[in-house]
């Protein structure tokens, strides 16, 4: 069973930047798709970003985040940019079968991402 790890969440002021990596083991990233969602306090798990073939990105962060891969280190990343109070989540990778636009058949743990206004 693949497991995934987020890291690079932190604290960041409104307007700055972060970038999420995603890695995996007991299985290769390069063999799903790859999707980062994320959760707000009080809120429900919401969809953000995946790439699958194509990319995908939920309107609210369409233009400033971008999600890419990298298939020589077996990571995903999630670049963040203009980054908004609104943003602040707990951020989860996630995988599933190559050509789902939203995989969740396996999730990490999740990295927390906090920015202040």
């Known amino acids: 069973q693949v497991q995934l790890v987020e890291s690079g969440g932190g604290l960041v002021q409104a307007g700055g930047s972060l970038r999420l990596s995603c890695a995996a083991s007991g299985g290769s990233l390069r063999t799903y798709a790859v999707g980062w969602f994320r959760q707000a306090p009080g809120k429900e798990r919401e969809f953000v970003a995946a790439v699958s073939g194509g990319t995908h990105y939920v309107d609210a962060v369409r233009g400033r985040f971008t999600i890419s891969r990298d298939n020589a280190k077996d990571t995903v990343y999630l670049q963040m940019n203009s980054l908004k109070p609104e943003d602040t989540a707990v951020y989860y990778c996630?995988?599933?079968?190559?050509?789902?636009?939203?995989?969740?058949?396996?999730w990490g743990k999740g990295t927390l991402v906090t920015v202040s206004s």
């Open positions: 996630s995988v599933g079968p190559i050509g789902t636009a939203r995989p969740m058949d396996y």
